[in-house]
């Protein structure tokens, strides 16, 4: 069994920075792709950032360069840098993770961790 455990949220004022972070652990061989979503209240859940193995990142076109993922490979951790943060980024986020562990290729969520800005 795959888990991701997430940290880092919580309550900033607007203009602030918060760093979130998502480890994985259990039965993994290989991660690919990792990333952060994020789902608004009575909101459908979106991409927020994803990075490939070898570090390639894309970002959603309302964070971009304000946020910055990033992966630790040996720690099978991702992170979101988030700057410059605005009341519309609060929501809950959750880590995506897709891994091999020796049968078909499957995806793991985190449980989220929510993050309010205020105003």
């Known amino acids: 069994q795959v888990q991701l455990v997430e940290s880092g949220g919580g309550l900033v004022q607007a203009g602030g920075s918060l760093r979130l972070s998502c480890a994985a652990s259990g039965k993994i061989f290989s991660i690919n792709d990792m990333g952060w979503y994020r789902q608004a209240p009575g909101k459908q859940r979106n991409m927020v950032a994803t990075?490939?193995?070898?570090?390639?990142?894309n970002y959603a076109i309302s964070v971009k360069d304000r946020f910055t993922i990033s992966r630790d490979n040996a720690k099978k951790t991702v992170y979101l840098q988030m700057n410059s943060l605005k009341p519309e980024d609060t929501a809950v986020y959750y880590c995506?993770?897709?891994?091999?562990?020796?049968?078909?290729?499957?995806?793991?969520w985190g449980q989220g961790t929510q993050v309010t800005v205020s105003s």
């Open positions: 995506n993770v897709q891994y091999w562990s020796g049968g078909p290729s499957s995806v793991a």
């Open positions: 990075i490939t193995r070898g570090g390639s990142a």
